[in-house]
């Protein structure tokens, strides 16, 4: 899960409160948990000390929420009265969870948040493409790209001009499917996708991957249901192709991404035929280590595993976000008079977002670092 979204909660000092509250309309009393619910936070902000003014602010915020076409969960951070993140969950919290804190408390966000990376997905025919993007949540426009159409009859007589037509006809399908690529390479930057779905005719599909530039033909998957018709669209197999595609991917990366902390931990023997090798030094295990790597920037990926000892272990930390430490002293040598305490896996995910690291959780049963805290590293010392 990439971290920029965060950033704006390190703009500014808190306190903080923060809400995962559950925003589901399943059952036939929807409308009274909702309202349990609500009360039922408000009660653990008050109790936590969240001055009435910030509460305020959270209550008239959750009171808009509409009755359908909800996420499952959201996640609320407020300071100064004034709600400043307020984000949809691909998950529902297992219990509503309110706190007041130095930071914000993020770390319920790596399991949450839809970790797989959005996709775009082009629907193809021998003229065009319309390009959506999808993620857990949503499925938008994001672009079309319009060829030139064939003309006459895919079928036409066997005589001296069957051959030329033909050629005309394949010429225009190429030159369509470097439109098309063309339209791809230019929306990808923008879209913030992770994969790119082709969906169409399997010969449209390959005479179109076969133009994409190399970077995006390595994240490029097919797939055999869906295209550009309206009967395509509406393929019911689409959705769950797609699905598959993003989880497959997300757990490729994940399993990639803990081979070389493995390796890099100078623990390898573990690793599969085109996994990332990593040199002994290239990852950081524990909170000691971990914070060093955050300080100089070195992280490239943070990994928290689902149960983590040391995640709820206080660290001392000073308003910026490089100045945070195991000891009291440690932050006081960085110029900060008077340093507060904080969660160790709040603190970590301040530090990773504003070295434009990502963030992995590794589920339970997985093997990963040692306290549920480490880091692959971009580069050691």
């Given at each position: 899960?990439?971290?920029?979204?965060?950033?704006?909660?390190?703009?500014?000092?808190?306190?903080?409160?923060?809400?995962?509250?559950?925003?589901?309309?399943?059952?036939?009393?929807?409308?009274?948990?909702?309202?349990?619910?609500?009360?039922?936070?408000?009660?653990?902000?008050?109790?936590?000390?969240?001055?009435?003014?910030?509460?305020?602010?959270?209550?008239?915020?959750?009171?808009?929420?509409?009755?359908?076409?909800?996420?499952?969960?959201?996640?609320?951070?407020?300071?100064?009265?004034?709600?400043?993140?307020?984000?949809?969950?691909?998950?529902?919290?297992?219990?509503?969870?309110?706190?007041?804190?130095?930071?914000?408390?993020?770390?319920?966000?790596?399991?949450?948040?839809?970790?797989?990376?959005?996709?775009?997905?082009?629907?193809?025919?021998?003229?065009?493409?319309?390009?959506?993007?999808?993620?857990?949540?949503?499925?938008?426009?994001?672009?079309?790209?319009?060829?030139?159409?064939?003309?006459?009859?895919?079928?036409?007589?066997?005589?001296?001009?069957?051959?030329?037509?033909?050629?005309?006809?394949?010429?225009?399908?190429?030159?369509?499917?470097?439109?098309?690529?063309?339209?791809?390479?230019?929306?990808?930057?923008?879209?913030?996708?992770?994969?790119?779905?082709?969906?169409?005719?399997a010969r449209e599909r390959k005479v179109v991957r076969e133009r994409l530039p190399q970077q995006i033909r390595a994240v490029t998957v097919e797939t055999e249901h869906g295209s550009r018709s309206s009967a395509g669209r509406a393929d019911g197999h689409l959705d769950e192709a797609v699905a598959g595609i993003r989880e497959e991917h997300a757990r490729k990366r994940l399993r990639d991404a803990l081979d070389h902390f493995r390796a890099g931990r100078g623990r390898g023997g573990e690793h599969r035929p085109g996994s990332v090798e990593a040199g002994p030094g290239e990852a950081a295990e524990g909170v000691p280590a971990v914070l060093d790597a955050l300080r100089s920037h070195q992280v490239a990926?943070?990994?928290?595993?689902?149960?983590?000892?040391?995640?709820?272990?206080?660290?001392?930390?000073?308003?910026?976000?490089?100045?945070?430490?195991?000891?009291?002293?440690?932050?006081?040598?960085?110029?900060?008079?008077?340093?507060?305490?904080?969660?160790?896996?709040?603190?970590?995910?301040?530090?990773?977002?504003?070295?434009?690291?990502?963030?992995?959780?590794?589920?339970?049963?997985?093997?990963?670092?040692?306290?549920?805290?480490?880091?692959?590293?971009?580069?050691?010392?």
């Amino acid at each position: 899960m990439e971290l920029g979204f965060l950033k704006p909660l390190f703009d500014r000092p808190g306190p903080w409160a923060s809400v995962y509250i559950d925003t589901s309309w399943a059952s036939e009393d929807a409308a009274q948990q909702w309202h349990l619910r609500r009360r039922a936070v408000a009660g653990q902000l008050i109790d936590a000390g969240a001055d009435a003014y910030t509460c305020e602010a959270l209550m008239r915020r959750l009171a808009e929420e509409p009755v359908s076409g909800t996420p499952p969960g959201r996640a609320l951070f407020a300071a100064g009265a004034e709600v400043v993140l307020d984000l949809p969950l691909a998950a529902a919290p297992y219990i509503g969870e309110a706190s007041w804190s130095t930071l914000p408390h993020t770390a319920p966000l790596a399991g949450l948040r839809d970790d797989q990376p959005p996709c775009l997905v082009a629907f193809i025919d021998h003229v065009g493409a319309d390009l959506e993007l999808w993620d857990a949540l949503r499925q938008e426009p994001a672009g079309r790209a319009e060829g030139t159409p064939w003309r006459g009859h895919r079928t036409v007589p066997e005589d001296r001009h069957e051959w030329h037509y033909r050629n005309r006809v394949e010429n225009t399908w190429k030159q369509n499917a470097e439109i098309i690529a063309d339209e791809i390479n230019r929306t990808w930057p923008e879209c913030g996708a992770g994969l790119l779905v082709l969906a169409g005719d399997a010969r449209e599909r390959k005479v179109v991957r076969e133009r994409l530039p190399q970077q995006i033909r390595a994240v490029t998957v097919e797939t055999e249901h869906g295209s550009r018709s309206s009967a395509g669209r509406a393929d019911g197999h689409l959705d769950e192709a797609v699905a598959g595609i993003r989880e497959e991917h997300a757990r490729k990366r994940l399993r990639d991404a803990l081979d070389h902390f493995r390796a890099g931990r100078g623990r390898g023997g573990e690793h599969r035929p085109g996994s990332v090798e990593a040199g002994p030094g290239e990852a950081a295990e524990g909170v000691p280590a971990v914070l060093d790597a955050l300080r100089s920037h070195q992280v490239a990926t943070l990994l928290l595993a689902q149960i983590a000892p040391d995640a709820g272990r206080d660290v001392w930390i000073g308003p910026g976000a490089d100045q945070v430490g195991v000891q009291r002293g440690d932050v006081q040598a960085m110029g900060v008079p008077k340093p507060e305490r904080a969660r160790a896996d709040d603190a970590l995910m301040r530090s990773a977002a504003a070295g434009d690291a990502e963030v992995m959780l590794v589920p339970d049963g997985m093997a990963g670092p040692s306290g549920g805290l480490g880091a692959v590293l971009r580069w050691t010392t």
